[in-house]
Nanobody, 117 residues
């Protein structure tokens, strides 16, 4: 019914920047929060950044000062601005939208971020 699409990933050298986007194909009601997760090869899934309904944000310690989560309400899109990228940031990045009703959250298919040294 609703499709979440992440985009903006790619190959970048260490120190470079990327901006990921999370957009829905349709309107999602009762959004409580939007989060970015990532999963690197051989590692468990990790929550990277979160933006709440209020607009307040949090990022994981390992990306503080480098990553910023934001939203454009007019476009119903959430972004993850990633600066000063490091090889350890290499992962598939997933967007998750938390809602109050079934299915309670939505997941995208992910976008690959590869940072070369």
């Amino acid at each position: 019914q609703v499709q979440l699409v992440e985009s903006g990933g790619g190959l970048v050298q260490a120190g470079g920047s990327l901006r990921l986007s999370c957009a829905a194909s349709g309107t999602i009601f009762n959004i409580q929060a939007v989060t970015w997760y990532r999963q690197a090869p051989g590692k468990q899934r990790e929550l990277v950044a979160l933006i709440r309904r209020s607009g307040s944000t949090n990022v994981v310690d390992s990306v503080k000062g480098r990553f910023t989560i934001s939203r454009d309400n007019a476009k119903n899109t959430v972004y993850l601005q990633m600066n000063s990228l490091k090889p350890e940031d290499t992962a598939i990045y997933y967007c998750n939208v938390q809602v109050l009703t079934k299915p309670y959250d939505y997941w995208g298919q992910g976008t690959q971020v590869t940072v070369s040294s």
